[in-house]
């Protein structure tokens, strides 16, 4: 069973830096995890996403040089490293995985999120 949770969002100024976890079981080596965020009243959109097994990674153009995603060695939990924050990436953002191929497909497992918020 799948199970995700996401903790370390929070209030920061801009060009502050914030680090989320996300708390995993239940993966495989098999599996990409990643993070997706959504802005009030916008679509949820990718960020970044990983390879379980390698660690191959890959980014959304807005957060590729202030962005980064990792896994523990244990593999148990995933980090997303963000620094120069901007208001605009104020959104929540949610801790996903699934077997899918493609590191932007879509998501079956999602967790609860943890909110972002960045002050001007």
């Known amino acids: 069973q799948v199970q995700l949770v996401e903790s370390g969002g929070g209030l920061v100024q801009t060009g502050a830096s914030l680090r989320l976890s996300c708390a995993a079981s239940?993966?495989?080596?098999?599996?990409?995890m990643g993070w997706f965020r959504q802005a009030p009243g916008k679509e949820r959109e990718f960020v970044a996403a990983?390879?379980?097994?390698?660690?191959?990674?890959a980014y959304s153009d807005v957060v590729k040089d202030r962005f980064t995603i990792a896994r523990n060695n244990a593999k148990t939990t995933l980090y997303l490293h963000m620094n120069s924050l901007k208001p605009e990436d104020t959104a929540v953002y949610y801790c996903?995985?699934?077997?899918?191929?493609?590191?932007?497909?879509?998501?079956?497992?999602w967790g609860q999120g943890t909110q972002v918020t960045v002050a001007s």
């Open positions: 990983i390879s379980w097994a390698v660690g191959v990674t």
């Open positions: 239940g993966i495989f080596d098999g599996y990409n």
């Open positions: 996903v995985t699934d077997s899918a191929s493609g590191f932007r497909d879509p998501y079956r497992y």
